[in-house]
């Protein structure tokens, strides 16, 4: 459990940054200029603000209050930043055993070697590396140095496409198998979709939400705030069977969905993100069309925008769904809350980096 409280000012800016989150994964989500990095900074007590309270798992940090304020050092925090920040005379096993004691390593060196599956790594120099790997050597690094918490400020954003793809499985599994918190920041939708069991929305130094993540993406008031084309709902879903054409058939809340093959044994959890401008709606159940996937649901929130948009939240199951059309089509249809409907979307309008491992 995290517990912030944060009252900050300089000139031309005010945080003003409340919010307390369970284990797991808390994404701090924000555009630009938002205070992510002055938030975490303030955590990691790199930066002393005007007020805060700060504490994790009960331990206070910082109370200004009571004149409490731990310096960096002794807040046992571990720290990821956007580079790796190895040292490039040492191997990746040397970089690893910074800072900890040199023998025995124990089981924890074993299992977060396992986690983020760089055993094969351990000899080799950083400069070898993959940007990929070497984040995943920057974070064994910071699990190793046994953390309270673990604090990521946007660890993927010097990626490229392929090597983020490649390094979220194992932020999956940091977040499925780590028991310590993590603080993660981000501005990319699909990033904190994957990854997030809770989401807290800033903008210009305020938190305008928090909530569990398919709270949040299913909220047609935030798709403003998330960016109209990131906009999309988090669903949990199943997998059912890999079929022969290629096709993995999933069960969700509102039914069956039908994607390209997904990666997974058949009846592990997965995350799927549906993005609203891929979903159509209709009122009768629709035939002979190529899209595979049509689930029913009764609208339960219209959210007109200012230009010709709008979106529109439809309970599937217990989960809700978003769909962004146009307000023609809202007053064509003559929607309105409690209608029923057919959400539509085609299998390939799922992108394989919008499909994860669902929380264990
Ligand atoms: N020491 C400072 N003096 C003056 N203004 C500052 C100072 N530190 C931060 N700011 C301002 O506070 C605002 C928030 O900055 P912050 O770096 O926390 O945002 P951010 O959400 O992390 O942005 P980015 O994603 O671009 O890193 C910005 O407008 C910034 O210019």
Redesign the pocket.
């Known amino acids: 459990m995290i517990e912030i409280c944060i009252r900050h000012e300089?000139?031309?800016?005010a945080?003003t940054c409340d919010f307390t989150a369970p284990a797991g994964v808390t994404c701090l989500f924000?555009?630009?200029?938002?205070?992510?990095?002055?938030?975490?900074?303030a955590v990691a007590g790199l930066?002393r603000p005007d007020a805060a309270r700060i504490s994790v798992n009960g331990r206070m940090l910082e109370d200004s209050g009571a004149g409490l304020w731990l310096p960096p050092h002794q807040r046992r925090i571990g720290y990821v930043f956007q580079d790796a920040r190895l040292f490039p005379h040492m191997t990746v096993a040397g970089n690893l055993a910074y800072g900890i004691p040199k023998e025995p390593k124990g089981a924890a060196w074993d299992r977060v070697i396992g986690i983020l599956g760089i055993e094969a790594l351990l000899e080799r120099k950083p400069r070898s590396l993959s940007g990929g790997e070497q984040q995943r050597v920057a974070i064994g690094r910071a699990l190793l140095s046994g953390p309270d918490l673990l604090l990521m400020?946007?660890p993927l954003a010097a990626l490229d496409g392929p090597r983020k793809d490649e390094i979220l499985p194992y932020l999956e599994r940091l977040r499925d198998e780590v028991q310590i918190p993590i603080l993660y920041?981000s501005?990319a939708v699909s990033e904190v979709a994957r990854l997030a069991t809770t989401v807290v929305l800033?903008e210009r130094?305020r938190v305008v939400r928090s909530g569990p993540v398919s709270e949040i993406f299913a909220d047609p008031t935030l798709v403003p705030v998330l960016g109209a084309r990131d906009a999309g709902a988090v669903l949990e879903a199943r997998i059912v069977r890999h079929h022969d054409d290629g096709l993995t058939e999933l069960s969700c809340a509102g039914g069956t969905l039908w994607l390209p093959q997904v990666n997974g044994a058949e009846g592990s959890g997965l995350r799927v993100r549906i993005s609203a401008s891929e979903v159509m709606l209709a009122k009768e159940r629709p035939e002979g069309i190529s899209a595979l996937n049509v689930l029913e649901g009764m609208v339960s929130a219209i959210r007109i925008g200012d230009g010709p948009g709008a979106v529109v939240q439809l309970q599937v199951g217990d989960a809700q769904l978003l769909a962004r059309i146009t307000r023609r089509s809202v007053e064509a249809m003559g929607l309105n809350e409690g209608a029923r409907v057919y959400a539509v979307a085609k299998s390939v309008a799922v992108a394989r980096a919008d499909v994860g491992a669902g929380i264990r």
């Not at 300089?10 to 800016?13: K, L, Q, R, Y």
Request: glycine fraction near 20%; aromatic fraction near 4%; avoid cysteine.
């Open positions: 300089v000139p031309g800016f945080l924000g555009h630009s200029g938002s205070g992510k990095t002055t938030v975490v900074n930066l400020d946007e920041v501005h800033l130094g």
